[in-house]
């Protein structure tokens, strides 16, 4: 475990193999604290190794035109989706499960967001095709059906 940054967590398990896993947060673009900091050290992470797999999740205060699920709440009412999981392409096989729990029982304004990942071996040449990755996203739960 690495901490480049206060506002971002690197993880590497030997049970990922060539995956590094970054939680991180990143204040709104109006806070006094804003920085993409956390996001430099990612990128920066990345091009040490561009076959790295990466899984990257957190508070990322992303605005995204078309809302997936929401993770923020004022009161008892889910308003917007500001809390991310992006894993690469060659990572989705090995995600079994994405949750985001919007229990109002929790004390925070933030719904927890939780990822299954197997430890299964997949070989690193395999690259799913972007049909098979679409469909493993829409089985997720992380596209919309128009």
């Known amino acids: 475990m690495r901490t480049p940054n206060p ?3 690197l993880i590497s398990l030997k049970c990922l193999p060539n995956t590094m896993i970054a ?3 990143i204040p709104p673009s109006d806070s006094p604290y804003h920085s993409f900091a956390p996001i430099a050290e ?3 992470e990345m091009a040490k190794n561009p076959q790295q797999k990466m899984i990257v999740i957190g508070d990322l205060n992303a605005r995204f035109r078309e809302q997936r699920g ?3 709440r004022k009161g008892t009412r889910w308003i917007s989706e ?3 999981c992006l894993v690469s392409p060659t990572v989705l096989p090995n995600i079994k499960k994405f949750e985001i ?3 109002t029982q929790i004390p925070s304004d933030h719904a927890p967001v939780s990822l299954t990942v197997t430890t299964k071996k997949t070989p690193d040449a395999v690259i799913p095709s972007l049909q098979t990755t679409l469909e493993q996203s829409r089985d997720l739960g992380t596209i919309q059906e128009d």
């Open 7 to 9: 506002e971002c967590i």
């Open 23 to 25: 939680t991180c947060y």
């Open 42 to 44: 990612i990128q920066a």
């Open 70 to 72: 929401l993770t923020y």
């Open 82 to 84: 500001l809390d991310s």
């Open 101 to 103: 729990n919007q229990s």
